[in-house]
C-alpha cells in the first residue's frame, strides 16, 4: 500500500503535535516550543485548516482504506 503526500503530511501535523504536548507538559522549552507551533500553524495553513481548529488544535480527516481521504477544514 503506497503512502500518499496527504497521508504523509498527516502523519507530520500529528507528529507535532505530540511533540507539542510532550514539551507543553516538560514546561520548561519555550524556544522549542515556539519552533513547533510554528511549524504546526505552516502545515495545518498548508492543509486547509481554518485559522479557528488551528489555533484549537481540532485537526479532524477522514480515512478510507488505510488513507486520509479527505481533511475536515470547516
Known amino acids: 500500500m503506497k503512502i ?3 497521508d504523509l503530511q498527516w502523519q507530520q ?8 504536548v510532550s514539551l507543553r507538559a516538560k514546561g520548561h522549552q519555550a524556544r522549542l516550543l515556539n519552533l513547533v507551533a ?3 500553524e505552516r502545515l495545518a495553513g498548508e492543509m486547509g485548516f481554518s485559522a479557528r481548529r488551528i489555533a484549537t488544535r481540532e485537526f479532524r480527516a477522514e480515512r478510507s482504506g488505510g488513507h486520509i481521504v479527505r481533511i475536515v477544514t470547516d
Open 4 to 6: 500518499t503526500p496527504l
Open 13 to 20: 501535523l500529528m507528529s507535532l503535535c505530540e511533540s507539542e
Open 38 to 40: 510554528s511549524d504546526i
